[in-house]
């Protein structure tokens, strides 16, 4: 029982940083239609933030807030930069300009400053452990857990309560009749690249606090499963893709917790076997978003 209530904890704490990731990927998905395979250089760059303040003797305290406004500048910019003359265009062309961001940053990085992994100085507290009921739990792993639930708090209270936030709901229903009541196109779409900086932004320092390192492709496989997460709770959905991303985080850490040792090679496609089983019951995922709850597939 302690076993699967501590590995319960874990599924928490991991399926916490994929849904904000996920989240990140839904808010811009739902205003502009496009997936941005950007995002896990969003990642990257909050996670050398850290790994600079920590060099620079910056305390842990003020280098968190810094790494996660440098993320949400840097989707600003890349909004600014890279998607915006492509607006207009096709879905297809969108996507491809994210894959060349996503390139050209993965780049600079390894060119610029390293293409080997980094260490990041951390807090010794993060590496400690504490009992509760006779369950230890990393504080890294609980101060995961606690930042997940209040951004997502937070989040949830600015899209219901704030002006902008409700433009962007607004937006995500339907932009075309939003921008004729006066939502302004530009506005709603830097809000949402902002939002989901933000989120990578935070996501990126858990993710870092329990690796305590920082590598140019850092971002590249937690926005696949970012990704994957979003399908799972339905592509354009930000509550299913909160549900997607503490599901799949429950799927891995209990396969890698329960599964025979002797399948532990085949955890990937057995995690992913899942996933698609989900979609044959929920073809639309878990929460489909309003504007696909109605179609048929």
Request: charged share 10%; net charge positive; with cysteine.
């Amino acid at each position: 029982m302690e076993l699967i209530l501590q590995q319960t904890v874990n599924a928490i704490s991991l399926g916490g940083t994929y849904a904000l990731l996920a989240l990140g990927l839904a808010v811009v998905f739902s205003i502009m239609g496009m997936i941005n395979f950007a995002h896990g250089e969003l990642m990257t760059i909050s996670g050398y933030v850290l790994m600079y303040c920590g060099i620079l003797g910056v305390p842990f305290t003020i280098a968190v807030p810094l790494a996660v406004l440098a993320a949400m500048a840097a989707a600003v910019l890349m909004e600014r930069i890279a998607f915006r003359p492509v607006r207009n265009a096709s879905g297809a062309t969108m996507l491809v300009t994210s894959f060349a961001v996503a390139m050209i940053l993965q780049v600079l990085f390894q060119n610029l400053i390293s293409p080997r992994s980094q260490p990041v100085l951390l807090p010794e507290y993060l590496s400690q452990s504490i009992s509760v009921g006779g369950i230890f739990i990393g504080v890294n792993k609980l101060v995961a857990i606690v930042a997940t639930l209040v951004m997502l708090f937070v989040l949830d209270r600015f899209m219901t309560r704030q002006k902008i936030g409700i433009a962007m709901r607004a937006a995500a229903e339907d932009f075309a009749v939003a921008r004729l009541m006066g939502i302004r196109a530009n506005t709603v779409i830097a809000g949402a690249f902002a939002i989901s900086g933000m989120l990578a932004g935070v996501a990126a320092v858990l993710w870092v606090s329990q690796r305590a390192s920082v590598d140019p492709l850092m971002g590249f496989v937690p926005v696949v499963k970012a990704f994957i997460a979003a399908i799972l709770g339905g592509l354009g959905s930000l509550r299913g893709a909160v549900a997607g991303g503490f599901l799949l985080g429950f799927i891995e850490i209990y396969l890698a917790a329960f599964l025979p040792s002797g399948m532990q090679a085949f955890r990937e496609p057995i995690g992913l076997s899942l996933v698609i089983l989900v979609l044959l019951v929920r073809p639309n995922g878990l929460i489909p978003a309003a504007t696909i709850r109605a179609q048929k597939v």
